[in-house]
Nanobody, 130 residues
Framework: QSQLVESGGGLVQPGGSLRLSCAAS????????IGWFRQAPGKEREGVSC????????YYADSVKGRFTISRDNAKNTVYLQMNSLRSEDPAAYYC???????????????????????WGKGTLVTVSS
């Protein structure tokens, strides 16, 4: 069964760091655009960061620029989101999604359901609290 599985979420203090992983199984992530999204209770989903499958170009939401870094390791079939300087506004469920057709900015700004993507995960929870 082809799927994406997120991991790495947890509880961290303000100013701390976490690294989220998005691992693919049943298919290869090569050439897919991969995006990280987050949704907090009562808030709209936000495209946090996306990375191209063709040239590794990246896109970041203004809210995370300079703090988060997306990267991919095709050998491990995994995409990472390194999150530094975590703030009180960062807690959410974080999801990854993969799409073959959408370019980086289009994926991150996608407003429809993640079900519309080629693949999507079930999410990992990030909590920031002292």
């Amino acid at each position: 069964q082809s799927q994406l599985v997120e991991s790495g979420g947890g509880l961290v203090q303000p100013g701390g760091s976490l690294r989220l992983s998005c691992a693919a199984s049943g298919f290869t992530l090569d050439y897919f655009t991969i995006g990280w999204f987050r949704q907090a209770p009562g808030k709209e989903r936000e495209g946090v960061s996306c990375i191209s499958g063709s040239d590794d170009s990246t896109y970041y939401a203004d809210s995370v620029k300079g703090r988060f870094t997306i990267s991919r390791d095709n050998a491990k079939n995994t995409v990472y989101l390194q999150m530094n300087s975590l703030r009180s506004e960062d807690p959410a469920a974080y999801y990854c999604a993969a799409d073959y057709a959408l370019i980086v900015q289009a994926l991150c700004n996608f407003q429809g359901s993640l079900n519309g993507m080629d693949y999507w995960g079930k999410g990992t929870l990030v909590t920031v609290s002292s």
